[in-house]
């Protein structure tokens, strides 16, 4: 088990980060949604991360042809996909596991979805059950709540309309990958606009998506193959986010991170950072799939802030917003956020536990925390086998040092999260 040792900066640090890992939802979506067209798919910057080139894995397991060169992939798909002969593990990935459910709901065949230990304890009826309603075969540990899941595809699916009671990018992604499939036009509403990268990219290979007056999202089934995707994966803005809260809690540091995406839903958490006070620029430079471009963050003083709004949009970040907030002056408050008990841990539970150790003041809610600012401390830090938790109190370290235990879980999304932390000394 690998472990970090975070040493306090001695001075202000000015950086251009290129090499921030690149998207993981684009990238995971990117090998899933070639699977719907009948040509080659050209793909650069994948993220060739633990997770990632497990659901290429997959992908290829279900027939498509592979071709890597480093970071560059094509992949060629067959008409119609193969029962593979084994599992198909999905490492760490929620975001996988989910949208596989989804996409091979309406394939014929039978299917096992698994993964790592901290995967399978995570609950996955929330995506279960509203696919069962529409005719799919799904079972699994809990009465289907956890994997490894078992899916017997099938065919010509229920058409839908569906509200769905969690804002999650997850469920709604994997009900339009299964609508893709279905009989007729389905329908899906959330409350408040999840991640969009799906509607998106889909719409820009050829699928006919749209939102009506109403605020339903309307799935038209696909009538022939959709074009080839031909893309470069931007950089990741919630990965990149560690490194604007090291700026921003870092007076007169500054970070560019450059060519990642900027789309709205995405982009939430470096307004937060940017009510909080830190001096926050976007500059966009293309806009095909996704707007993407530069960011700018540079320190400043930091006040306290109420987060209660758009929660799905930066449900990642919240673990290294909580950094910030605890070196801010005042009060912050995080609300609304229940989702996160459901991630890759409990992340309310993670949040606040290790930020007692650091000495922290809190409260804990059932939906989020309150935070008096003022000092994080060192500590020795639990990582709860989540890559967020563990890399947001890797940039606390650079505040008051810190020890964190368990840092292999960074592996799956981040690879190099380490070696842009050590250049910032």
């Known amino acids: 088990m690998e472990n970090f040792s975070i040493k306090k900066l001695s001075k202000p640090f000015d950086i251009t980060i290129e090499n921030i890992a690149s998207d993981k939802s684009i990238s995971h979506r990117c090998a899933m949604f070639s699977l719907f067209s009948n040509q080659t798919s050209y793909i650069k910057n994948y993220l060739t991360a633990e997770d990632t080139l497990n659901t290429l894995k997959i992908v290829e397991q279900l027939g498509a042809e592979i071709v890597r060169n480093g970071s560059d992939v094509e992949i060629t798909p067959i008409d119609n996909l193969v029962e593979p002969n084994d599992i198909l593990d999905c490492g760490n990935s929620g975001t996988a596991m989910r949208l596989f459910c989804g996409l091979l709901a309406s394939v014929d065949g039978s299917f096992v979805l698994t993964g790592d230990k901290y995967l399978r304890s995570r609950p996955m009826k929330r995506v279960a059950d509203p696919l069962r309603s529409i005719g799919a075969n799904i079972d699994g540990r809990e009465n289907g709540n956890k994997a490894p899941l078992f899916i017997r595809g099938v065919k010509d699916l229920t058409p839908f309309t569906y509200i769905s009671p969690v804002d999650s990018a997850q469920v709604k992604s994997a009900m339009i990958l299964a609508a893709l499939r279905a009989k007729g036009i389905s329908k899906y509403k959330e409350n408040e606009l999840t991640r969009d990268h799906t509607e998106r990219m889909l719409c820009g290979m050829g699928a006919n998506i749209f939102t009506d007056s109403e605020g339903f999202i309307n799935i038209e089934p696909l009538k022939s193959h959709l074009k080839p995707l031909n893309i470069t994966v931007p950089t990741d803005p919630s990965s990149g986010f560690f490194f604007a809260v090291a700026a921003a809690i870092s007076k007169r540091s500054r970070v560019v991170i450059k060519n990642a995406s900027l789309n709205p839903t995405r982009v939430e958490a470096y307004i937060i950072l940017q009510k909080m006070g830190a001096i926050v620029n976007f500059i966009e430079k293309e806009n095909v799939y996704e707007p993407i471009g530069d960011i700018e963050v540079i320190g400043n003083e930091l ?81 709860f086998g989540d890559h967020r938790i563990a890399m947001s109190f890797s940039i606390a370290g650079l505040n008051c040092d810190m020890e964190i235990n368990d840092t292999d879980c960074i592996n799956s999304s981040f690879p190099n999260f380490k070696e842009i932390l050590d250049s910032l000394y």
Not at 306 to 316: H, R, T, Y
Not at 339 to 352: F, M, P, Q, T, W
């Open 303 to 383: 006040n306290g802030v109420e987060v209660s709004e758009n929660i799905s949009w930066l449900i990642d970040e919240l673990p290294a917003l909580s950094i910030a907030m605890s070196l801010a002056k005042g009060k912050s408050i995080v609300k609304n956020a229940k989702e996160l008990r459901v991630k890759e841990s409990d992340r309310i539970n993670a949040v606040v536990n290790n930020l007692k150790l650091c000495g922290v003041n809190y409260t804990e809610f059932e939906d989020g925390y309150e935070i008096i600012g003022g000092a994080l401390h060192k500590a020795t830090i639990d990582s």
